[in-house]
């Protein structure tokens, strides 16, 4: 079956935590742009999300780094941040779609490590509380290392993303996918506040495009040049990967200073074209 | 590779409340658990926030551990920055 639904959010902290620090009309774009991706999830028929998300030492640390880690768990609870203004809540796994999902990519060359607990921080629970507020479909989380020395090149984040989009178009389930992080900030580090809007909509632009050839030649260089935080978008490398081609559109983009973070929404409404 | 360590200890105060406690309570003897240089025990207990970052503490570690220390951000910036 098809991709049923498929988008990419940025996921900085601010968005919920300290929502009304930015420009009123910023807030509401990105608010409303959220709206319209959480509608277009609603009416896909979802099965199960897959969320291709980003760790930040919640956690894993330098005693075992993978490249990317697929969640088994049968339940998650998040966010571990108290002051995120999102309830503490249970998100359900989907144990049995994971392990699908592991057994095809070590068939075909790729081994991302597993867990069977994670906890989700506001990487992933940002998106979540806008696009499933219910939390009433399972998900399968997969972490990338977005933080520590070597990261994933673009193009094995293509190859991932090329297992999963094959997964999910052999599955009985309907698969839903949704990328998250970026754009560029240099969260913790000499950077922070700096937002490139040049690179964030170059980028974007590729994503909309479908330019797999593009978006795999990004390197540690380039992404490290909009901030530490810009390697997130390794995860809309490897969306761009399942889809394969399909374009998408940009719903919303917006440099919101005191968030300190370029804050895109794209939609990939033809996700699901055979 | 001893920033390991270092990194180890602020990451252990940052996600774990008991070693959060011990940390606060008595610096010194929570910091003799961990194998650090002279160097980065020096830095860590007179938070000499600018010499734990130029050592590689990574960002996302050393800014939560700043803020459990209650250090606002511009003042944060300022001492990664050397300002």
Known sequence: ?274 | MTVYALQKLIRDVNRKPAAREAYFEAPAKFAAGYNLTEHEREALLKFDIEGLYAMGVHGLLLRPFTILHKMAEPDYLKAIRGE
């Open chain 1, 1 to 274: 079956m098809p991709i049923t639904f498929a988008c990419a959010t940025s996921h900085a902290p601010g968005i919920t935590a300290w929502a009304d620090a930015a420009p009123a009309e910023q807030k509401d774009r990105i608010y409303g742009a959220f709206g319209r991706l959480r509608d277009q999830l609603d009416a896909s028929g979802t099965d199960t999300l897959i969320v291709l998300t980003s760790e930040h030492w919640a956690n894993f640390f330098l005693d075992h780094i993978g490249a990317f880690c697929v969640g088994r768990a049968e339940k998650y609870c998040g966010p571990i941040e108290p002051w995120l203004q999102i309830d503490k809540t249970e998100v359900q796994g989907d144990t049995d779609f994971a392990t699908e999902l592991l057994e095809a990519c070590y068939d075909g060359g790729i081994e991302p490590s597993f867990a069977y607990e994670l906890e989700f921080d506001h990487g992933t629970m940002v998106p979540l509380h806008f696009l499933m507020p219910k939390m009433d479909r399972p998900i399968v989380p997969i972490f990338f290392n977005t933080l520590a020395v070597p990261q994933p090149s673009a193009r094995r984040c293509l190859e991932l993303g090329g297992v999963i989009g094959q997964v999910a178009a052999r599955s009985k389930r309907r698969i839903g996918i949704v990328a998250t992080g970026g754009l560029s900030h240099d969260p913790g580090e000499k950077n922070h506040g700096v937002i490139d809007s040049n690179f964030d909509r170059q980028f974007m632009s590729a994503m909309a495009a479908g330019n797999a050839e593009r978006l795999g030649k990004y390197t540690r260089s380039e992404l490290a040049g909009a901030g530490a935080g810009a390697f997130e978008l390794l995860s809309w490398v490897a969306l761009a990967g399942a889809l394969n081609g399909k374009k998408g559109e940009v719903v919303a983009y917006e440099a919101v200073k005191p968030w300190a973070t370029g804050v895109g929404l794209m939609a990939f409404p033809h996700a699901a074209a055979a």
